[in-house]
């Protein structure tokens, strides 16, 4: 069962940039779709961006091109680079596997994501 441990999280001033770390307990190079989802209070947790073990990434709409996967796989590490932060960014951004079954299929809900990190909070204000 893997375990995941976001850090990275803070505040941060429109325009500015952060990046977030999620380490996970074991190997998940190619076995596991890895994704970040974000929530706001009162809000569902929507994912942004995922990385299936194929190494292809999806990023939702709201931060596409500004948002950037990586992995660093000899330290079962990913990372969510966000630059051009907004106002609109605030929330708490959550890490989360699913194991691939029989294809690298990536899930949008978070109800089909098994894992979870405990969440990194990030807050865009001036």
């Known amino acids: 069962q893997v375990q995941l441990v976001e850090s990275g999280g803070g505040s941060v001033q429109p325009g500015g940039s952060l990046r977030l770390s999620c380490a996970a307990s074991?190997?998940?190079?190619?076995?596991?779709?890895m994704a970040w989802f974000r929530q706001v209070p009162g809000k569902k947790r929507e994912k942004i961006a995922s990385?299936?073990?194929?190494?292809?990434?999806t990023y939702a709409n709201p931060v596409k091109d500004r948002f950037a996967l990586s992995k660093d796989n000899a330290k079962n590490t990913l990372y969510l680079t966000m630059n051009s932060l907004k106002v609109e960014d605030t929330a708490m951004y959550y890490c989360?596997?699913?194991?691939?079954?029989?294809?690298?299929?990536?899930?949008?809900?978070?109800?089909?994501?098994?894992?979870w990190g405990q969440g990194t909070q990030v807050t865009v204000s001036s």
């Open positions: 074991e190997d998940t190079y190619s076995a596991y779709c």
């Open positions: 990385i299936d073990g194929g190494g292809a990434t």
């Open positions: 989360a596997a699913e194991r691939h079954v029989y294809n690298y299929y990536c899930p949008w809900n978070a109800a089909d994501f098994s894992f």
